[in-house]
T-cell receptor, first 112, second 113 residues
Framework: QQQVKQSPQSLIVQKGGIPIINCAYE??????FPWYQQFPGKGPALLIA?????SEKKEGRFTISFNKSAKQFSLHIMDSQPGDSATYFC???????????FGTGTRLQVFP | NAGVTQTPKFQVLKTGQSMTLQCAQD?????MYWYRQDPGMGLRLIYY???????DKGEVPNGYNVSRLNKREFSLRLESAAPSQTSVYFC????????????FGDGTRLSIL
C-alpha cells in the first residue's frame, strides 16, 4: 500500500512531442504528489506538485493531471525540448508526515 | 549558494570498512533525510530526522546508523560496508511538513568492492 508505481521506465520522443509519464498508488492517505526532475550527476529537484483536491495543475510547459477516483496521476511535458532530457520521479507523501515515497523513475530522452 | 552539501562526492571502500557520509544544510531546515538510489528502484528512505535530537528509521535502515549532530548536519554511517550498499546516497532537507518540497544534495557515489 506504500508503493507508487511509475511507468514507463524509459521514453524517447522528438522535439516538440508531448511525453506522458504515469503513476498509480493505493494508499488513500497520500495527500501530496510531487514530481522531481533529475539530471545526471545531480540530485532530484522539484518540478511541480499537486494536492488531491485539484484535478490539474500547470506550470509553464509541465502539467500534472490527477484522477483521485482512479488513484492515478500523470506528468505531461508540452513542446518537449532536448534540455528536458532527464530522469523524472513521481512521489507521494502521507498525510501528516513529511516522508516521500518515490516511484521508480522514467528516463526521458528528447531528440532534436 | 544556499542548499544541501554532501561530502564526499565519490568513495570506494573495501568490504568491511567503515565510513561516514556527511550532509549539511544552510537553509535553517528542521527535517533532514538520507536516501539511497539504485537503478530501477527510485529513491528509498534510509533514515530521517524530523528535528534536532530525533532520528527515525525509514524503509531500508539495516546496515546504517545516523547522527543529527545539530540543526545543520545529519551524517550517515556504514559500520561494516557490504557490496549491497554500493549505491548513490542523497541527503535532503525540508523546513517543515507545511513547507515542502524537499531539497536534495548532489549525492555521494559509493562503491564497495
Amino acid at each position: 500500500q506504500q508503493q507508487v508505481k511509475q511507468s514507463p521506465q524509459s521514453l524517447i520522443v522528438q522535439k516538440g512531442g508531448i511525453p506522458i509519464i504515469n503513476c498509480a498508488y493505493e494508499n488513500t492517505a497520500f495527500d501530496y504528489f510531487p514530481w522531481y526532475q533529475q539530471f545526471p550527476g545531480k540530485g532530484p529537484a522539484l518540478l511541480i506538485a499537486i494536492r488531491p483536491d485539484v484535478s490539474e495543475k500547470k506550470e509553464g510547459r509541465f502539467t500534472i493531471s490527477f484522477n483521485k477516483s482512479a488513484k492515478q496521476f500523470s506528468l505531461h511535458i508540452m513542446d518537449s525540448q532536448p534540455g528536458d532530457s532527464a530522469t523524472y520521479f513521481c512521489a507521494a507523501s502521507i498525510l501528516n508526515t513529511d516522508k516521500l515515497i518515490f516511484g521508480t523513475g522514467t528516463r526521458l530522452q528528447v531528440f532534436p | 549558494n544556499a542548499g544541501v552539501t554532501q561530502t564526499p562526492k565519490f568513495q570506494v571502500l573495501k568490504t568491511g570498512q567503515s565510513m561516514t557520509l556527511q550532509c549539511a544544510q544552510d537553509m535553517n531546515h528542521n527535517s533532514m533525510y538520507w536516501y539511497r538510489q539504485d537503478p530501477g528502484m527510485g529513491l528509498r528512505l534510509i533514515y530521517y530526522s524530523a528535528s534536532e535530537g530525533t532520528t527515525d528509521k525509514g524503509e531500508v535502515p539495516n546496515g546504517y546508523n545516523v547522527s543529527r549532530l545539530n540543526k545543520r548536519e545529519f551524517s550517515l554511517r556504514l559500520e561494516s560496508a557490504a557490496p549491497s550498499q554500493t549505491s548513490v546516497y542523497f541527503c535532503a532537507s525540508i523546513l517543515s511538513r507545511d513547507r515542502r518540497p524537499q531539497h536534495f544534495g548532489d549525492g555521494t557515489r559509493l562503491s564497495i568492492l
